[in-house]
């Protein structure tokens, strides 16, 4: 199994961003998808969530209205777009795969670095 996000990068305040999780070994589109960020001496916290069927989405509040998250089952890929980013969105991103019910099934991509500054 691998995740695999990218698009992190330093941004100024303001600015926008386009994070994507590739994913393989597993079959995609049977697992919730979400975005986590952990902040430098902050616990990690989930950011957005997508159902398999991408028909249902969930966001922490701090991010309503500025991130958008997506799938694309064909490509394995979970995008998470950010707008009208802010100096407390500076983290590392994670990408997580997760099936609840008998599985328990959770697995996670190494990070990627977002930085928000001017």
């Known amino acids: 199994v691998h995740l695999v996000e990218s698009g992190g990068d330093l941004v100024q305040p303001g600015g926008s961003l386009g994070l994507s999780c590739v994913a393989s070994?597993?079959?995609?589109?049977?697992?919730?998808m979400s975005w986590y960020r952990q902040a430098t001496g902050k616990e990690r916290e989930l950011v957005a969530s997508?159902?398999?069927?991408?028909?249902?989405?969930d966001y922490v509040d701090s991010v309503k209205g500025r991130f958008t998250i997506s799938r694309d089952n064909a490509k394995n890929t979970v995008y998470l777009q950010m707008n009208s980013l802010k100096l407390a969105d500076t983290a590392v991103y994670f990408c997580?795969?997760?099936?609840?019910?008998?599985?328990?099934?959770?697995?996670w991509g190494q990070g990627t670095q977002v930085t928000v500054s001017s």
């Open positions: 997508i159902e398999g069927d991408g028909e249902s989405t």
């Open positions: 997580q795969a997760y099936r609840g019910g008998l599985w328990g099934l959770s697995y």
């Open positions: 070994g597993f079959t995609f589109s049977w697992y919730v």
